[in-house]
């Protein structure tokens, strides 16, 4: 079974640079796989940052950058905002329809 | 403006069935693959099922094959799961979302309906 790997929580200061990352208990991360991720606020529904490992949704500031470092997939925040403060979810594409999502992480700007 | 509105959630008992719908407006429905997400209360998202824009190739994650049952109806641009055999663990906000062939990514979300399995 696959199992996508992401940090439960991290914390950044305001204006501040996070990476946060995205993995496979097994294998590495390539963009073959076609990162995807997205952003969500309690109670609110997903809204998609990044896809194709590296390319902004429309609308999402330049500040949100997607990459592929070592064998992860990772997302970088620059300048951090209080409205940053989210839950971050990456997704792999593992072929045939199939998704799976990593189990989140949980930003914190304070 | 483009649109996915879910509905049909509600209250069902364990081993009960209920389908979920999705209304899609704003872009031409036919074209498009679509799939559904959930995620339990306080827990992250799941990919639940995929159908082609064809209707013709449909995937499930294992833990709602043979259950869960994904349809899709050009005419009145809608988006179906159908739920049997349903169990405390299912309980979650469903999502439907447009997933785009390209770069395999979901550029489009419902708000969700919520379906709760419990006694």
């Known amino acids: 079974q696959t199992v996508v790997t992401q940090e439960p929580s991290f914390s950044v200061s305001p204006g501040g640079t996070v990476t946060l990352t995205c993995g496979l208990s097994s294998g590495s991360v390539s963009t073959s796989s076609y990162p995807s991720w997205y952003q969500q606020t309690p109670g609110q529904t997903p809204r998609t940052l990044i896809y194709n490992t590296n390319t902004r949704s429309s609308g999402v500031p330049n500040r949100f950058s997607g990459s592929i470092l070592g064998n992860k997939a990772a997302l970088t925040i620059s300048g951090a905002q209080g409205d940053d403060e989210s839950d971050y979810y990456c997704v792999l594409y593992m072929g045939s329809g199939n998704w799976v999502f990593g189990g989140g992480t949980k930003l914190t700007v304070l | ?119």
């Open chain 2, 1 to 119: 403006q483009v649109h996915l509105v879910e509905s049909g959630g509600g209250l069902v008992k364990p081993g009960g069935s209920l389908r979920l719908s999705c209304a899609a407006s704003g872009f031409t429905f036919s074209a498009y693959h679509m799939s559904w997400i959930r995620q339990a209360p306080g827990k992250g998202l799941e990919w639940v099922s995929y159908i082609s824009n064809s209707g013709s190739v449909i995937y499930y994650i294992d833990s709602v094959k043979g259950r869960f049952t994904i349809s899709r109806d050009d005419t009145t641009n809608s988006l179906f799961l159908q739920m049997n055999s349903l169990r405390d663990e299912d309980t979650a906000v469903y999502y439907c979302a447009r997933p785009r062939g390209n770069y395999w990514h979901f550029d489009l979300w419902g708000r969700g309906s919520l379906l709760t399995v419990s006694a």
